[in-house]
């Protein structure tokens, strides 16, 4: 028996190889086929089946293209209702792979179809749990994003506490947890930077697996606390639900060179928005006018979800050399399957062609402070409210990037902002936002708060009024 988990960083998502005498089965597949062919073909293996453990919100599964060319069986669990070929699978049923077997183990809650998978291993016995969204390292999933009719998210959180009662919790205490994803991501609100663990720590440390927890109190504690969901969340699990075409199709649409005056025609006349994925000091030192910027050496596709609210939006983009495939890739992880190309020879080739280019200022920390110290500043911190509320620079304006475009009416034009984050990735995202939108008298500042952590501007923590006496 072999069990790999393959993890995405940038998604903070696991996925799950495992083989036994020649079988393979895939667990939760990104977009992309090609990786997991490679693996079963190297192996020498072939795929008997495609387990989903859910209508993923946060990604765009490949499993039907991967079913397509392979001949596997797309598994899910109850409740799982598409428009391709499906085994629906019941609750306790089994599937033989090799000399192990996987049982199907229904477990509603984050989605009414979300359904955890028990792994026996060859002795028959209860090797690990493939738990999707329902139990992470540290925290379990949101129960509020299948809300419909009169189903509430503490419905769902009613459902999850079951499940991981009577599912879960009631398994020996050395099988191993295999999550679906890690810290950073939105299925939750706060995992543990751990991507798998024995299911006895979990029941230890596990806040939700308390076992003196009411089901009131569990209620309580896993819905107290939710940000709003990205916007691309439900987008995702429509695409999901339907089949999402293959990347090879993306790939040919969309990893293509254009030249200066294509790119310029498909930004200005095709409506194209022109997306900068360099490093946060590239595009502050130089970058084509009104484009934005979102660095793919980051958490390029959270990010682009999180903002770009059409899936449609047709984009062209600027990459370092070599880099287009990986950028259009990572687009359609999470649905921007609307690429048309990339600035052949980059901002080179459009400042040799005599076309404008911007820039933000940006300036360290040390220099910050001594402004601070010296002028009277307009700061705006664009981090999480909990961030903003651990610690932050006295005065400070709290303005989260994920909800910046609805919150802009909140800055003044014709003010000077000093804008940053934690370390200097969102912060120049949304000074490309503002810029866009005609917000110039903006500066970026290097390091974000963790460089100006080390200088000695006054900072202070946010204090509830409830709390004060």
Known sequence: MKIEQIYTGCLAQGAYYI??????????????????????????????????????????????????????????????????????????????????????????????????????????????IFSGDTLFIGDVGRPD???????????????????????IMTLPDDVIVYPAHGAGSACGKNMSKETTDLLGNQKNTNYALRADMSKEEFIKEVTDGLLPPPQYFAQNVAMNKSGAKGLDVILEKGNVALDVETFEAMANHEGALVLDTRSPQEFAKQHIPNSIFIGIDGSFAPWVGALITDLQQPIVFIADEGRGEEVVTRLSRV??????????????????????????????????????????????????????????????????????????????????????????????????????????????????????????????????????K
């Open 145 to 167: 994003l299948a809300q419909k009719g009169s189903l509430t998210q503490d419905d769902l959180a009613g459902y999850l506490y079951e499940s991981l009662r009577t599912k």
């Open 335 to 468: 649905g921007y399957d609307n690429t048309l190309g990339y600035l052949d020879g980059g901002l080179e080739a459009w400042k040799d062609a005599g076309k404008e280019i911007d820039q933000v200022t940006s300036i360290p920390a040390n220099e910050f402070a001594q402004a601070y110290h010296s002028d009277e500043l307009n700061v705006v911190d664009v981090r999480k409210p909990s961030e903003w509320e651990a610690e932050h620079v006295e005065n400070a304006k709290n303005l989260p990037l994920d909800f910046i475009s609805e919150n802009m009416e909140q800055l003044d034009s014709d003010v000077q902002y000093h804008i940053h984050c934690a370390g200097g990735y969102r912060s120049m995202i949304a000074a490309s936002i503002l810029k866009a939108r005609g917000f110039h008298n903006l500066v970026d500042i290097q390091g974000g708060f963790k460089a100006i952590a080390e200088t000695d501007i006054p900072k202070t923590e946010y204090v509830c009024p409830s709390t004060l």
């Open 19 to 128: 083989e036994s005498e020649g079988e393979a089965a895939i667990i939760d597949p990104l977009r992309e086929s090609q990786p997991y062919i490679e693996r079963v073909t190297k192996n020498g293996s072939a795929v008997k089946y495609i387990f989903e453990t859910h209508f993923h919100a946060d990604f765009v599964s490949g499993h039907v293209d991967l079913a397509a060319k392979t001949g596997a069986q797309i598994v899910y669990g109850p409740n799982a209702k598409t428009e391709y070929d499906i085994h629906e699978a019941e609750d306790g049923e089994i599937f033989e792979l090799g000399k192990v077997k996987i049982k199907v183990l229904h477990t509603p809650g984050h989605t009414m179809e979300s359904t955890t998978y028990l792994l026996f291993d060859e002795a028959g016995k209860e090797h690990a």
